[in-house]
């Protein structure tokens, strides 16, 4: 409990200590549109105005320069109704803001080289202030110059952040969409699978049923691949991320292609073949039209890893890769038992808590692993982003947005790895003759603990392990429905899934004119051709004792073959 008050006071007073703010940039001479730019302030020094239209429009002195930490820094005239703008360095931010009022100005900008960090004080200093003071980065500074020139007019003010942010509902509907697809599709396949086997089909659809059943081995396996690449991340971010960004554009192109490829072998044209050659994967004579996708899907990969950092739009095909992939995943993948499904869902729930809140304590800088690699470490200097998430640009105007974290991000895992429980549910579901009860109640309980992660976002102001939330609400839920059925023990242990049990229709088999009397062959052969012919039948008479009374009651002719 201690702990936890702990957590909630020293959140509460980095709210306090550290705010991010505007600086709205207006050019004297109307050359260029006004524009807003980042700035971090300390609320205790002076607070700044919610509203815009409330905050004074005052003109910039550039005293970069200067560094002011000395009356000899101060122009002669002083800062009169101005808001100087110097170098921070060399003395305390408590010195340069003194000097700044004692001088008449109306406000202070340091421009900082380095991170951006809360200017602060003690109760006394802050006393005596009452002129705001905020840091405002190097790029920026220039940007600024850049594009005002020197004659600009600056308005410093911090609007309210809005509770919650409407690209929510697009991430909301972006994930739970691919987990309901992705799982429906994937146990539509499986039994499309089932009937393609019996019927000992070896068509060109048979690159679509190649799954991978994972074992508790490959699982454990799993998740110390998933630390391991993690912790390597958090050290060597800036020569790893390059390798995760050329392994997601491969991995995207194949999802994309496995997702459209349904649809486009149903095109009525380009299904000819490329003549015989030698080349690799070409000497299979591949149909034209396959070729155009495959084609197209590395092109939709290179156009993005070529304008990944275009904040405009890179971000729309970044989802639309990321969407295909995952669907991808679900399809392939498969947890054999709700055992399995346990296992990696509780394994992975350690995992995102272990390095969200416990590695604070064990780094230097205090930062979690993951929320730093996550977002990219502040010193990279790549600045590059690990592209393994889904996301959506704020809608809503606000500091957050320009200073920190201009977009919601969703990782890849938060989608497949409930994801996968509900695909074994729809599974489960066609396997019983459940009406889809297990999906339809695991795929609402996953939209219940998006809203969940997403309200805790919104109260506590801070990254979110999404596991947290979702694990619970799936697996309990499965559970629940599984002990209200009575069928935990066949869903545990999968038992439909461990053998295969033929596909419910009936299949008939073709009458042979010319076939003898069925009674001079054994009664042993009869069976096995029987089994052969048609599995289904014999694994209807185990489990349906009408069968044979429906046989006895079939009239028969002279021969002992059905009319």
């Given amino acids: 409990m201690d702990v936890l008050v702990g957590l909630l006071f020293g959140i509460l007073i980095q709210q306090v200590l550290c705010q991010y703010g505007m600086v709205h940039v207006v050019s004297e001479k109307g050359h260029s549109n006004p524009k807003d730019y980042c700035i971090l302030f300390n609320s205790q020094w002076a607070h700044l105005p919610y509203d815009l239209s409330k905050a004074a429009l005052l003109p910039l002195e550039d005293q970069t320069p200067s560094v002011l930490c000395s009356a000899s820094d101060v122009p002669r005239g002083g800062f009169i109704n101005k808001i100087p703008m ?12 003194r000097l700044a009022q004692l001088n008449g100005a109306k406000g202070l900008i340091i421009v900082s080289r380095e991170r951006l960090v809360p200017p602060a004080g003690n109760t006394s200093q802050y006393e005596e202030i009452d002129i705001p003071v905020a840091l405002l980065s190097y790029g920026d500074m220039l940007e600024i110059y850049k594009v005002f020139g020197k004659s600009v007019k600056v308005a410093l003010y911090a609007p309210n952040e809005p509770v919650l942010d409407y690209n929510m509902v697009i991430i909301f509907l972006m994930a739970v969409g691919t987990v309901a697809f992705g799982g429906y599709w994937a146990g539509s396949r499986d039994v499309k699978r089932r009937y393609m086997k019996h019927k000992r089909d070896d068509s060109a659809e048979k690159h679509e049923d190649e799954t991978l059943d994972v074992t508790p081995i490959m699982i454990c396996m799993f998740v110390l691949m998933c ?19 050329a392994i997601f554009c491969l991995a995207a192109s194949i999802g994309l292609y496995s997702c459209l490829y349904p ?4 095109l009525p044209f380009g299904s000819c073949r490329i003549p015989d050659n030698n080349l690799p994967y070409f000497h299979k004579r591949p149909q034209v039209r396959m070729l155009v996708l495959a084609a197209f899907c590395i092109s ?52 995102d808590i272990f390095f969200v809140f416990i590695t604070p304590y064990l780094t230097e800088s205090g930062e979690s692993i993951m929320v730093e690699v996550a977002a990219g470490p502040a010193d990279s200097s790549t600045h590059e982003k690990l592209p393994m998430v889904l996301k959506v640009p704020r809608l809503n105007a606000s500091p957050l947005a320009l200073c920190d974290r201009p977009f919601s991000l969703l990782g890849f895992g938060d989608v497949l790895v409930p994801g996968l429980l509900v695909v074994y549910c729809h599974r489960f579901d066609i396997q019983v003759q459940s009406s889809r ?40 839920t499965s559970l629940g429905v599984a002990l209200w059925r009575r069928e935990l023990s066949m869903f ?10 033929p596909c419910p229709s009936l299949v008939m088999a073709p009458v042979d004119c010319n076939q003898g009397p069925e009674e001079s062959l054994p009664s042993s052969q009869q069976e096995g051709d029987a089994e052969l012919i048609n599995p289904t039948v014999h ?19 002279d021969q002992g073959q059905s009319d």
């Fill in 437 to 476: 009860i297990y999906f339809v109640a695991c795929t609402v309980a996953y939209g219940i603990g998006l809203l969940v992660t997403f309200v805790a976002l919104a109260v506590m102001q801070v990254g979110q392990p999404a596991l947290l939330y979702l694990v619970p609400c799936t697996l309990l």
């Fill in 492 to 501: 545990w242990n999968g038992s439909g899934f461990v053998k295969e049990v």
């Fill in 263 to 266: 649809f486009v072998r149903r």
């Fill in 539 to 557: 694994s209807a008479e185990h489990s349906n004792p009408n069968v044979d009374t429906l046989k006895e009651d079939s009239p028969k002719d």
């Fill in 227 to 245: 630390c391991s690449m993690l912790v390597l991340l958090y050290y060597l971010y800036d020569h790893l991320v390059y390798v995760i960004i």
């Fill in 86 to 97: 110097i170098m921070r360095g060399n003395c305390t931010f408590y010195e340069k803001v």
């Fill in 300 to 351: 939709v990969s290179v156009i993005w890893g070529v304008f990944r950092n275009e904040d405009q739009w890179a971000w729309v095909l970044q989802d639309t890769l990321g969407i295909a992939f995952c669907l991808y995943m679900l399809k392939t993948i498969r947890l054999p038992t709700f055992k399995a499904c346990t296992l990696l869902l509780v394994v992975l729930f350690i995992y």
